[in-house]
Nanobody, 122 residues
């Protein structure tokens, strides 16, 4: 089982950048694919980005492609989400996810953190 703790959320203006971090712990973290999902109140959670356990493979939702970058530092057991050119549509609670299977991270998430709020004002 992997434990995930997100940080870095906050209130920013449209066009600003923000970097989220997710500290992972647990015996399987070194072999887990990791990713980010987000949820707006009243809507279902949606996939944002994923990275393989080696960091070599990444995948993004079309809505963030070119603006967001996911990366991981396995020495620190941490995954990051660099978010640039933020818009109000990016406002959501962002969740860190992890699973041994990259496809699971992309399609259903896996293990979940508690989430961190990102609010983008216009």
């Amino acid at each position: 089982q992997v434990q995930l703790v997100e940080s870095g959320g906050g209130l920013v203006q449209a066009g600003d950048s923000l970097r989220l971090s997710c500290a992972a712990s647990g015996r399987t973290v070194s072999s887990s694919a990791m990713g980010w999902w987000r949820q707006v109140p009243g809507k279902e959670r949606e996939f944002v980005a994923a990275v393989s356990y080696t960091g070599e493979s990444t995948h993004y939702d079309d809505s963030v492609q070119g603006r967001f970058t996911i990366a991981r530092d396995n020495a620190k057991n941490t995954v990051y989400l660099q978010m640039n050119s933020l818009t109000p549509a990016d406002t959501a609670v962002y969740y860190c996810v992890a699973d041994a299977d990259f496809i699971v991270v992309v399609t259903t998430g896996g293990s979940w953190g508690q989430g961190t709020q990102v609010t983008v004002s216009s």
